[in-house]
């Protein structure tokens, strides 16, 4: 105590006070980003541990990301020392459903020990169920049916809770029939996949009552951050959990969201629930907060202008009194790689300045455009951490590797058993897995029983006979090692005895070296864990990798996955119609996709604390192909007198509010002229018709027109023109904007017209 106040207490504004004071009864706290909201929930949990009023396992805390509830116990141990410890219920939704279903898993039919299945094995599964329904497979996708299952599970509903006019969803009338032998072939398996986390957590509430009273007892307070993000079944979840029918026991909750940073409608999030929470908790306290600590004056207003454009918002204002820092800054640059390499270049001489490379994070859009920052980032030795993306996780090696261990731990995976039989080669021909498939459909068993079975008999023969016999007792070797191995000596031991590290190393597949390195790194992380179980939860349940040296590292990641972090200096690139907001969003949601991705720009813009660098290319590869791109709408949102346009030599110089209406862009000119390895400004600038026929080109530099597509070619058949890879040569071909040019050095190629110039 200090001066007659607990010591976290200080520096907390009144509002942020009352919540943390406010512990009993319903509480929800809706405030707009970097408000300290999570940080009014931490020291609201610091208060309650430290009181007494609760010990470490009777609060239930919700966090969005395995990160932030990392650094939420990181925050709570540095200010209540080890009772933080015993918080064994602090978790993102769904490894908390884990916990709770692994305990009461035989409710839904499940064993204890049952496997989480990821996306890929979900899909297959899918596959599996529309082939044996007998369905036309190409008309009825696994990805289309896994996605209607994800929906209806984000629902909370179970085959039998799906309203029947659904069933005609898809696979013509099945699709009820097809959930349902969906989930049937996961209890076969022993498995279950995320959706199912949070809904046989439901099921298992609501039959069982003695169960959900044991929860009730238990859990004396909840909360919840990134309220605004939770879906139907985690809202029910949550109620379920936080009070009985008679809303006698319980009710001590807390919940923490902004409407404006809602960003996974996508998923079936719904942020009405957070209009929900005073009807279904009557007497809730509402506490609003106004100050942000975070962001610089401009950054906070470039946010709020952008925010503004929204009509579907509940509307407030932030203030800061956060010195006057940097205004946003905002450049244009010609593609991809030359955004990737400006972007570096910057966080070089920030590096230089003294800052640390784990203060600068660079948020995109879609995950394909990180690819353009990892090559940069390796080319430039800049070390940098991915966050979510294209995981470790989902590589070729690493799911063999986790599917032997998975097999080790739940002999029943059929998955995980089909995935790697005959992987190294074992000498399993098609004919030996197809009778294994046989078998285990007759006897109802899963294919290691029947794997089993047909040793018992002649079927097997020769070499096939031998090797199964091999791999079986391999596998009962492996089970028995597993009770006493840690899981990274297990993991070592697995990969080397089934002879899948030799397979790698005796490849002469480019990618080998790299694949050896990632299954040492798998081994390495098994290490951290005391049990295999705990190991393949985590593998199953993170959303993200993080090494040890997070100092030393630029964070790459989604803005989708930077919610609720913050960094004192935040890239966002790509901030060009078409990726962002992205055209896929407009085209399937129309108005509340655009102002989804609206809140999503607002969510990356608060990331940052001292400075925000937005940008954006005027040509764009996607899927392979060159595009040339318009400025985001967004970008026109920005507020003129917040906003910075780069126009240090390098750089395209944007006047921003001279920026048109995306409509009108295809009046733009880039000039790029090349001079020492940079280019001079001044870059975008609107055309004047004249600047663009009559205007000579410099020696050695190039006027490029960003016309929008489909745009009429300004060239001609057999004219000369230059293009920045290909150099110089002869129109043969016109036809809109596509043309055909044969050129000097590199021969006939197809060229966008926007690539070119008059030489
Ligand atoms: P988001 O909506 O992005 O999740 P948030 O509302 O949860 O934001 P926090 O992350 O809790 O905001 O806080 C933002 C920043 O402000 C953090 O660096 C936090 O430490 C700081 N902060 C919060 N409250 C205060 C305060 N009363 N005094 C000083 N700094 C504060
Ligand atoms: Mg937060």
Known sequence: LVGGEPHYLEGLNPPQREAVLTTEGPVLMLAGAGTGKTRALTTRLAHILSTGLARPWEVLCVTFTNKAAREMRERIGALVGDSVEGMRWLGTFHSIGAQILRRHAEVVDLKSSFTIIDTDDQVRLCKQVIEAAGLDEKRWTGRGLAGLIDDWKNRGLTPDEVPGREAHEFGEGKAIALYRAYQARLVALNAADFGDLLVHNLTIFRTKPDILAEYHRRFRYLMVDEYQDTNVAQYLWLRLLARDDEGKTGGNVCVVGDDDQSIYGWRGAEVENILRFEKDFPGAKVIRLEQNYRSTPSILAAASAVIANNEDRL????????????????????????????????????????????????????????????????????????????????????????????????????????????????????????????????????????????????????????????????????????????????????????????????????????????????????????TLEGYLDHVALVSERTSDEESGQVWLMTLHAAKGLEFPVVFLPGWEEELFPSGRSLDEKGKDGLEEERRLAYVGITRARESCRISFAANRQVYGRWQSALPSRFVDELPEEHVDVASEPGLYGVAAKSLPSHSQFHDLVVERTESGGGYDTPGWRRAQRAGRSGKAPIEGSATLIASSAPGQSDFERDQRVFHQKFGTGTVRRVDGNKLEVEFDHAGLKKVIGSFLSAA
């Open 315 to 530: 509307g407030k204002t932030l203030f800061t009194d956060v010195p006057e820092g940097s205004k946003v800054i905002l450049r244009g640059v010609w593609d991809g790689d030359e955004e990737a390499r400006v972007i570096c270049d910057d966080i070089e001489s920030e590096q230089i300045k003294g800052r640390s490379l784990s203060d600068m994070a660079v948020l995109v859009r879609a995950s394909f455009q990180m690819r353009s920052f990892e090559e940069r980032f390796n080319t430039a030795g800049i070390p940098y951490q991915v966050v979510g993306g294209p995981r470790f996780y989902e590589r070729e090696e690493t799911r063999d590797a986790l599917a032997y261990l998975r097999l080790v731990r739940n002999p029943d995976d059929d998955l995980s058993f089909a995935r790697i039989v005959n992987k190294p080669r074992r000498g399993f021909g098609d004919k030996a897995i197809q009778m294994l498939n046989v078998a285990s459909r007759m006897n109802g068993t899963s294919l290691t029983g029947a794997a089993r079975f047909l040793l018992e008999t002649s079927e097997l023969k020769g070499k096939a006979k031998s090797a199964m016999r091999e791999f079986l007792d391999s596998l009962d070797r492996w089970a028995d090692a597993a009770k006493d191995k840690r899981p990274g000596d297990l993991a070592e031991l697995v990969l080397e005895e089934s002879g899948y590290t030799d397979f790698w190393k005796a490849s002469k597949n480019a990618q080998a070296p790299g694949k050896l390195e990632n299954l040492k790194e798998l081994v390495n992380a098994a290490s951290e864990f005391d």
